[in-house]
């Protein structure tokens, strides 16, 4: 919590001082943020007179302020002031964690991140009994080392639930919970270098020849090869996404991961997979769901193609990126076209085709030279 001496002007042009406690902020259900403030008037007075006995007490007077706001700030740190109760710091962990999932307005699989940690969280520790009191820096250490060691999960997974955990204790400290945040110096996990499966022109061709026992997944899979949506932008696709634009048709559609706003021109291959439009509020691909059924589905159907991988949605997208980046599209436009926030994701793909490249250089055969 941040402790200021603030200055209100009056009428006359004289000074009015005041101590401004910032509590933190919250997120209201609509959205927006909500700094939460107190003010505590110290009914002390600047004069605007330039006269040398006024200057003089405007200096005292400022003086004065100055000692009441350190004082203020050092019972504040002694937790002796009002705005910082001990009945905050026994507010339940688990519980605090749980709400701040529930008011999130996020995709399902993000959600599914905070539900994964809340549940790590419990077996770290004891859900019912462990309140923001026991929750110090050997407390985040600790639950990090855990994480770092659980044998069913990758790296990058640790990093992401290690993460929600520190957004949960930065919330905490902002809106007056904890004094500190007992994270800051806890450093987080770096993620390493995930194998990115993708399929290459040549896969795809053979995937829309084969076929698939369920024709929505199939034009739904190939609309991803085809614009790089995440499965979960598919699913919420609506009619009313698609408009008419330049002698052809684009989406406008709000990302659910980074609830960017993004505008895509639609190849006419790409529109043919749309099939038969339908009311402006109903799904593009309504009924279809990614359930244990779509995904056998998927890999009944690559075995068709007489493809050797296991296929997942998200492969969609990564092919879409690779295949841009082996035509020669510049990476910013690529970076673009995904929605991506930062240049330094989208290069991922780019390792991907320089190891292609040198597979293919090492594929030349060695020529006998006589020097």
Same mark, same amino acid.
């Given at each position: 919590m941040k402790i200021q001496l603030k200055e209100r002007k009056l009428n006359n042009g004289d000074k009015s001082l005041y101590l401004e406690y910032y509590i933190g902020y919250e997120r209201t259900p609509d959205g927006k943020i909500k700094h939460n403030r107190k003010k505590e008037n110290l009914?002390?007075?600047?004069?605007?007179?330039?006269?040398p006995a006024d200057k003089g007490n405007n200096k005292l007077t400022y003086d004065l302020a100055n000692k009441i706001l350190i004082q203020k700030q050092a019972k504040y740190n002694e937790n002796n002031l009002d705005i910082f109760s001990d009945k905050r710091l026994k507010t339940n962990l688990i519980d605090y964690i749980e709400k701040i999932k529930e008011s999130k307005?996020?995709?399902y699989s993000l959600k599914k991140h905070w539900i994964n940690t809340i549940n790590h969280l419990g077996n770290f520790c004891n859900p019912d009994t462990t309140t923001f009191k026991q929750v110090n820096e050997s407390f985040v250490i600790k639950f990090k080392e =855990? $994480?770092?060691?659980? &044998?069913?999960?990758?790296?990058?997974?640790?990093?992401?639930?290690? *993460?929600?955990?520190?957004? %949960?204790?930065?919330?905490?400290?902002?809106?007056g919970i904890l004094k500190d945040n007992p994270?800051?110096?806890?450093?987080?996990?770096?993620?390493?270098?995930?194998?990115?499966? =993708? $399929?290459?022109?040549? &896969?795809?061709?053979?995937?829309a020849f084969a076929n698939c026992e369920n *024709?929505?997944?199939?034009? %739904?899979?190939?609309f991803a090869c085809l614009t790089g949506l995440r499965w979960c932008d598919i699913y919420n696709l609506k009619w009313q996404d698609i408009e008419k634009f330049n002698d052809g048709s684009r989406l406008i559609f709000r990302q659910q991961k980074t609830k960017g706003v993004e505008y895509f021109?639609?190849?006419?291959?790409?529109?043919?997979?749309l099939g038969e439009p339908s009311k402006p509020d109903d799904k593009v691909f309504s009924g279809l769901k990614y359930t244990t059924d779509a995904y056998y589905r998927l890999q009944l159907w690559g075995k068709n193609a007489g493809i050797n991988k296991k296929i997942t949605f998200h492969m969609a997208r990564h092919s879409f990126a690779t295949l841009l980046l082996t035509k020669g599209v510049a990476i910013e436009v690529i970076q673009?076209?995904?929605?991506?926030?930062?240049l330094k994701t989208t290069q991922i793909y780019a390792k991907i085709v320089d190891e292609k490249k040198k597979e293919a250089l090492n594929k030349i055969p060695d020529f006998k030279i006589n020097l």
């Open positions: 009914n002390l007075r600047i004069y605007k007179s330039n006269k307005n996020s995709s =855990y $994480l770092l060691n659980l &044998e069913d999960i990758h790296n990058n997974t640790a990093s992401g639930y290690y *993460e929600v955990f520190r957004e %949960a204790l930065k919330k905490a400290y902002q809106e994270a800051k110096n806890v450093k987080g996990i770096k993620k390493t270098d995930v194998k990115r499966d =993708y $399929l290459t022109f040549e &896969e795809i061709q053979k995937l *024709e929505k997944l199939k034009r %739904a899979f190939l021109d639609l190849s006419s291959q790409a529109v043919k997979l673009k076209l995904l929605g991506h926030r930062f």
